[in-house]
Every structure is written in structure tokens, then in C-alpha cells.
T-cell receptor, first 114, second 111 residues
Framework: EADIYQTPRYLVIGTGKKITLECSQT?????MYWYQQDPGMELHLIHY???????EKGDLSSESTVSRIRTEHFPLTLESARPSHTSQYLC????FGAGHTEAFFGQGTRLTVV | QKEVEQNSGPLSVPEGAIASLNCTYS??????FFWYRQYSGKSPELIMF????GDKEDGRFTAQLNKASQYVSLLIRDSQPSDSATYLC???????????FGGGTRVLVKP
């Protein structure tokens, strides 16, 4: 079983609040990702990182920001939450380099902004 | 055109039958191909990966890759109700590159 953890699992928060979704992995993976997925809909890549101090925006524009100060930690922050941010956020990690690069997923954070 | 395309389904399959799922991709430089399974409300989990043209078998699952035609497929033999899930195709240009996911195919296995 992959060792990648997300907290909190569920979060209900009011509009305008600042929130940080935590993601940590203990596999030493260089690459980490944040995906956004609405119920029954496809995964959208919103941020990814190739390593410490490396972050890139994904295919779907997002008002969130990320940081990668430590290899194992890749938090996602929303400065001012809005109802349109209600979704499931999935964190994943993978190795960097030759060979297969399958991504391992955390259990997700289901965010509801009221 | 989406980079990775899948029929959204649902694909309804009788128990014990073969489920056949297809995925096409647009970037000829793609090198690594993955099939994930996602149960409702859960995170995706890797079923198998394939890099070379041809077939790769793992238990009841067989992945097939045809780079010339830019498609990858997944066969599920002896389908079980527990196979009912959404199956996601993912593609990577090269080792270490980001994965791009298709929209997924929902499979329903009826007893």
C-alpha cells in the first residue's frame, strides 16, 4: 500500500476563509501532483512538482497555490475559499527517472465551501 | 481534441463476460501507458502499465498497446460485480513526465 497521506479527509468551511490541504508521502518520490475531481467527473491536474522548490501549474487553471519546501510535503492553499472551490482534491506522487512512473494517490480531501 | 480520450460509458457487462475498454491518445511521443481503477468516492488505484506494443497479461486483466494506431485497451476477463468501477487510462510522454488522464469509462457488471 502506498504511503501518501492527505489531511483533512473532509472539510466544510465558510466563504472567504483561508485553507491549506496537506499532503505528505514517505516514499521519497520527487514528483508530486494535485488533481481536482468533481463527483463522477474526470481528474484535472491543477499543480505538479518535480522536486524541492519546483512547482508548475497544471492543465486546469486554479486559484490555489502550492509549495514544495521539503521532498515529502506538498501542501495546497486557497487564500479565500469560494463555493466554486467545492470539489475533491487528490494528491499523488511518483518517482522521477527511468522506468515506469505510475502515480500513487492519497485518499483525497473532500472540500465543501458554504 | 483531448490528449487522452475514453468512452464515458456506462459499459454494461454480464457477470462472467469479457469487458473491453478502449483509450486513444493524441501525442505520438507518448511512451508509458497506465490503467487505473476508481471506485465511487475513492482514489484511483493502479491496475497495470504497459510500454511496449502488444499484449500484457496480469491475472484477469490484459492490456493491449498499439502505438501505430495510438490506442491502448484493457480487457477484463470473467467480469465480477466487484469490477464495477470507473477505469481511467493515463499516458506519459516519458519516464518522469506528468501523467495525463482520460475521462474514464464507467463499467457496470450485472449479476
Amino acid at each position: 500500500e502506498a504511503d501518501i497521506y492527505q489531511t483533512p479527509r473532509y472539510l466544510v468551511i465558510g466563504t472567504g476563509k483561508k485553507i491549506t490541504l496537506e499532503c505528505s508521502q514517505t516514499m521519497g518520490h520527487d514528483k508530486m501532483y494535485w488533481y481536482q475531481q468533481d463527483p463522477g467527473m474526470e481528474l484535472h491536474l491543477i499543480h505538479y512538482s518535480y522536486g524541492v522548490n519546483s512547482t508548475e501549474k497544471g492543465d486546469l487553471s486554479s486559484e490555489s497555490t502550492v509549495s514544495r519546501i521539503r521532498t515529502e510535503h506538498f501542501p495546497l492553499t486557497l487564500e479565500s475559499a469560494r463555493p466554486s472551490h467545492t470539489s475533491q482534491y487528490l494528491c499523488a506522487s511518483s518517482e522521477f527517472g527511468a522506468g515506469h512512473t505510475e502515480a500513487f494517490f492519497g485518499q483525497g480531501t473532500r472540500l465543501t465551501v458554504v | 481534441q483531448k490528449e487522452v480520450e475514453q468512452n464515458s460509458g456506462p459499459l454494461s457487462v454480464p457477470e462472467g463476460a469479457i469487458a473491453s475498454l478502449n483509450c486513444t491518445y493524441s501525442d505520438r511521443g507518448s511512451q508509458s501507458f497506465f490503467w487505473y481503477r476508481q471506485y465511487s468516492g475513492k482514489s484511483p488505484e493502479l491496475i497495470m502499465f504497459i510500454y511496449s506494443n502488444g499484449d500484457k497479461e496480469d491475472g484477469r486483466f490484459t492490456a493491449q498497446l498499439n502505438k501505430a494506431s495510438q490506442y491502448v485497451s484493457l480487457l477484463i476477463r470473467d467480469s465480477q460485480p466487484s469490477d464495477s468501477a470507473t477505469y481511467l487510462c493515463a499516458v506519459s510522454k516519458a519516464a518522469g513526465n506528468k501523467l495525463t488522464f482520460g475521462g474514464g469509462t464507467r463499467v457496470l457488471v450485472k449479476p
